[in-house]
Each structure stands twice: as structure tokens, then as C-alpha cells.
């Protein structure tokens, strides 16, 4: 495989998908960015890369986009798996629709775009598959069930599949980003007040959205995105990846203390942070 690489990042249209996809240009690859926003990936195309329109739970847009690069390039080197959002709320508010759409934005788009990718890694015998989870793939916080679940099950979900692929040279490598300064806290905090700002769940409801508006506003509370675009640029470049990367404000400690010092603590410590 030559240095320059063909890649698909999907979410490039905001936050850590359009700072990896500017970096990525930056290094000389060949990057396809994807989103709903074609008109916010403008940036990408100027900086000598491509912007494809796709809304990863549509079908005919993941067919379409994965025909153009092959159309295009005749292969597909890395898929970057970044597209997604948080769906808070209390489980009892949240109606089952928005808990659906966030298991198909998050896990089965994803899932479906990783099939469309597969067969054309599989015959150049190589290829690198990179999930953006989170921290909230290991650890969670109040109103977030549906978030965490989809993170909790995208983590499982690329182990099982690193192993199946390990056969054919695909890597399947796994980000697991703390808190970090994008358009994330705001997608989530005003549909988890409609759900949940007004009724028994308002208090706590009231104080996540602060905690949110704080971490990602205040100095020093998030981390800025180009540490997770580095951390994947360095990922593509590796011979021999890691399978985790855990990086960005809070990771590490957070998922340190719910590992060693067990749930009832980490609960006591997530709570004294939201009242
Ligand atoms: P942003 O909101 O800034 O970016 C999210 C990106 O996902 C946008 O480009 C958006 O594009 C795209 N997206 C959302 N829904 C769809 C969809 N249905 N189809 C295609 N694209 C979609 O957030 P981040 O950069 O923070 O988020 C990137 C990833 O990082 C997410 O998976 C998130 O869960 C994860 N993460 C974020 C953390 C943080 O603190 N920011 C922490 C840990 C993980 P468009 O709207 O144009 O379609």
C-alpha cells in the first residue's frame, strides 16, 4: 500500500470529523468526507478533498457513496466510522422513535456502511476500520441510556469484528474520545430539555445541561478536536495500531475510576457533578 491512502470519513461536516478529514488533506491523502451538510464541508473540497452527500440511515446514500470512491479512486483504505449524536433524556420520556434513530444513526448505519466497505478491503488484503466511540462507551451519565447504550454496544461490536477481520489484514481500530469542544453539546442539550426539562426528571434534566454548557464552554473543561484527528492520523499511519485509543479531557480518569473503584463510587461521583 503507498503512503497515500484513499479515506472515507463520515461526520465531516462539524467537530472531529472535518478537523481529521483538513488534517488527513493536509498529509496528502485522498478523503472523502461525508454528511447531511454538503454546504459545511465547502472547506474540504477547497483544501483538495471531496464532500459527499449522505445520511448514514439512507441506504441508497451509503450505496451511492461507496459506488463514487471505488468509481473514482478503485479503492477504499481507511473508513473512518466518526458520524453521530447523543439522544438524551430520561428512558421514561424518551419516546421509542428517538431511541430507534439513535441506534440507527449511531450503530446500524455505521454497521451498514462498515458491509458496503468490507468486500473491496478484503480483496486488496488491507485496510484500516476506525469507530469513533467514546468514553461513554465505558462509562455513562443520568438521561443518557441511549447514547451510552449505543457507545456500550458499538465497543463490543468492534471487538467481535476486529477479531473476524484480523484474517484479512483489516484492522479495526476503536477512538474512545473524552470531552472535546464540538457541535456535540449543543445537538444534544436542547432536545433533552424538550424531553425532560418540565417533568419529574427536570431537576436533573436542568443540571446535565449545565454541566454540558460548562464542559464544553469553559477554558480547559474539553479538549480541542485536532487531538483526536491527530491521534487517527497517527492510527493510519501505524503498522500495528492499537486496538484503543482513549484521549480528550476526562477519558481516562473517568473510565479508570468506574473500572477500579466499581459502580456505587463512580455513581457517587457522577451525581456529586450534576445537582
Ligand atoms: P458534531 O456534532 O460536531 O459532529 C457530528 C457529525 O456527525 C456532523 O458532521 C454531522 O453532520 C454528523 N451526523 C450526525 N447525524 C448524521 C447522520 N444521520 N448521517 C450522517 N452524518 C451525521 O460532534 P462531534 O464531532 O463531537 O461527534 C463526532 C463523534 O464523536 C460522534 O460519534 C460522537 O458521539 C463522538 N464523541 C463526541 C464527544 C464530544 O465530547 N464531542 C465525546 C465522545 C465521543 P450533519 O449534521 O451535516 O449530517
Do not use: C
Not at 138 to 151: D, M, N, V
Not at 194 to 222: C, L
Not at 237 to 263: E, F, I, N, Q
Amino acid at each position: 500500500m503507498s503512503n497515500k491512502k484513499v479515506i472515507l470519513v463520515t461526520g465531516a461536516s462539524s467537530g472531529m470529523g472535518k478537523e481529521t478529514a483538513l488534517q488527513l488533506i493536509k498529509e496528502g491523502h485522498i478523503v472523502y468526507g461525508a454528511a447531511r451538510r454538503v454546504e459545511k464541508m465547502q472547506d474540504l473540497v477547497k483544501a483538495g478533498g471531496y464532500a459527499l452527500e449522505l445520511d448514514v440511515i439512507d441506504e441508497k446514500q451509503l450505496e451511492n457513496a461507496v459506488n463514487q470512491i471505488i468509481t473514482e479512486q478503485g479503492k477504499i483504505d481507511v473508513l473512518i466510522n466518526n458520524a453521530g449524536y447523543a439522544t438524551y433524556g430520561s428512558v421514561e420520556e424518551t419516546p421509542i422513535a428517538d431511541a430507534r434513530r439513535q441506534f440507527d444513526v449511531n450503530i446500524f448505519g455505521l454497521a451498514r456502511l462498515t458491509q458496503l466497505v468490507i468486500p473491496y478491503m478484503r480483496a486488496q488484503k488491507s485496510g484500516k476500520i476506525i469507530n469513533i466511540s467514546s468514553m461513554g462507551g465505558k462509562i455513562y451519565f443520568p438521561l443518557g441510556a441511549w447514547y451510552h447504550a449505543t457507545k456500550h454496544a458499538l465497543e463490543g461490536w468492534s471487538d467481535s469484528l476486529r477479531l473476524e477481520l484480523k484474517p484479512f489484514n483489516i484492522d479495526v481500530i476503536i477512538i474512545e474520545p473524552g470531552a472535546i469542544a464540538t457541535e456535540f453539546g449543543d445537538v444534544m442539550t436542547e432536545p433533552m430539555l424538550k424531553r425532560s426539562g418540565n417533568g419529574p426528571y427536570s431537576a436533573v434534566a436542568q443540571s446535565m445541561a449545565k454541566a454540558v454548557k460548562d464542559s464544553y464552554e469553559q477554558k480547559n473543561a474539553s479538549s480541542p478536536p485536532s487531538l483526536i484527528a491527530n491521534a487517527i492520523a497517527k492510527a493510519i499511519k501505524s503498522k500495528r495500531p492499537k486496538t484503543r485509543y482513549r484521549l480528550g479531557k476526562l477519558a481516562k480518569p473517568l473510565v479508570w475510576m468506574r473500572t477500579y473503584l466499581g459502580d456505587r463510587i463512580f455513581d457517587r461521583v457522577v451525581m456529586s457533578q450534576v445537582k
